[in-house]
């Protein structure tokens, strides 16, 4: 389980995100869905270790890891995939699946699952077409499922994703949907932040709602899959107030 308790960070001295408490417990997609400005980017950053919380605590399983640095943030199992997807455009599929794979320790039990890249291709068969293939050579699509795949390579036990459908077809949505149903019940807890409630509403057990960094409503994906009143109306809010 990940859970962040009276989680606060920002950037040059100012707070972006405020006091926040949040918890995604294995096996589930928490949504977390706010416009731009919102905070959802510093919240995956801070928890990634790409930023220093100033006050509050990210654990994992019961184990603090607050504002360790990045890679150990890593290998404790927080996976990131970035928003914007961030491939390496000289490297090619393969290149890239092997430089991220981290096998596990001897005797490691502590993943829900081992991710190999032969188990990575045969999730996502496109990328296995283009193994030869550059980064700069990908659709936005295919670099999204190589962030993706990186991302897994490192056997996560929870994994972060940054508006993982921005720009995408809605071919391709539907796609990433399914495998962000897919992986949670590999038993990976999924933070997802969006900017749509759509993509949330479809996949999540819980959403929280951000606005200027605090969460400003929590509701279960079943309440908001019967009736998204209530969401529709935090986000026009939320609009307001940025």
Known sequence: MLELTGL??????GTVLHSLDLSVPAGT???VVGHNGAGKTTLVHT????????????????????????????RAGIGLVPQGRRVFAGL???EHLRLSYRPPHRGDTTRPS??????VLELLPRLGERRGNRGTDLSGGEQQMLALARALLGSPRVLLLDEPT???????????NELVTTLAAEGIAVLLVSPSPAQAVESARALTVLTSGRMTLRMTGEEARADATSLHAALELTATAV
Request: glycine share 12%; charged share 15%; aromatic share 4%.
């Open 8 to 13: 606060t960070a920002g950037y040059h001295g």
């Open 29 to 31: 997609v928490h949504a």
């Open 47 to 74: 928890v990634a270790g790409l930023m220093r919380p100033s006050a509050g605590t990210v654990t994992l399983d019961g184990h603090e890891v607050t504002g360790r640095p990045a890679h150990r943030i890593a």
């Open 92 to 94: 090619t599929v393969d």
């Open 114 to 119: 081992v991710w190999t890249p032969a188990r």
């Open 166 to 176: 921005e720009g995408l077809a809605p071919v391709l949505v539907r796609q990433v």
